[in-house]
């Protein structure tokens, strides 16, 4: 029998770092807005497999669909919005980051509760793989990326809020945010 040499392990470390100066500001799909694209990886139906993204909605209006796309919308600022499926189905979002999951090839229509929102999105093509997200408060931090909610520091960088984190191993958060696990089918590239 012989020995096996092990594999490095490598340090834990934030792999990309993307502040506000490096979003990607481009129209809806609808038309009806604007979208903060923080990130985009893989290849699917839409172009991408995984996309992060926040978005300023300041009128009502209908979601752009996206076939074959599972969502998840949180609110980060205002007052709130409902959402109203075209069955009658409809969904109040009036609490700060309180995740709500939902097919993007469904019809939603979005009405403001008093004002503006911006709020986060989460879509990733449910062919390519499948993604989390969940609220994480300060202390040990294992997550895909982050997406700080506070100014702090993380892993001993600096963060401003809504700095979006991309995480190689356990780091220490000082900060509370949005934890995200992307994990792709076996066989995608």
């Not at 990886?41 to 209908?62: C, F, Q």
């Not at 998840?72 to 999951?101: C, E, M, N, W, Y």
């Amino acid at each position: 029998m012989s020995a096996r040499t092990a594999e490095p392990v490598r340090p834990p470390e934030i792999l990309a770092h993307i502040r506000r100066a490096d979003w990607r500001t481009m129209p809806w799909k609808n038309g009806g807005g604007i979208t903060h694209e923080l990130w985009r990886e893989g290849e699917g139906t839409d172009g991408w497999a995984l996309r992060l993204s926040m978005a300023e909605v300041s009128l009502p209006g209908p979601f752009s669909r996206f076939p074959g796309v599972e969502r998840v919308i949180l609110l980060l600022r205002g007052k709130g919005f409902v959402l109203h499926r075209s069955d009658g189905l409809l969904h109040t979002v009036t609490q700060v980051a309180r995740p709500f999951a939902f097919l993007g090839e469904d019809d939603w229509n979005c009405s403001l509760v008093d004002g503006p929102v911006l709020d986060f999105n989460l879509m990733f093509d449910r062919a390519q793989g499948h993604a989390a997200l969940w609220i994480q408060p300060p202390g040990p931090l294992l997550a895909d990326f982050f997406l700080c909610l506070e100014a702090g520091e993380v892993g001993g960088e600096p963060v401003d809020a809504l700095d979006l984190l991309r995480l190689g191993g356990l780091l220490p958060s000082g900060v509370s945010g949005v934890g995200i696990r992307w994990v792709r089918h076996p066989g995608r590239p």
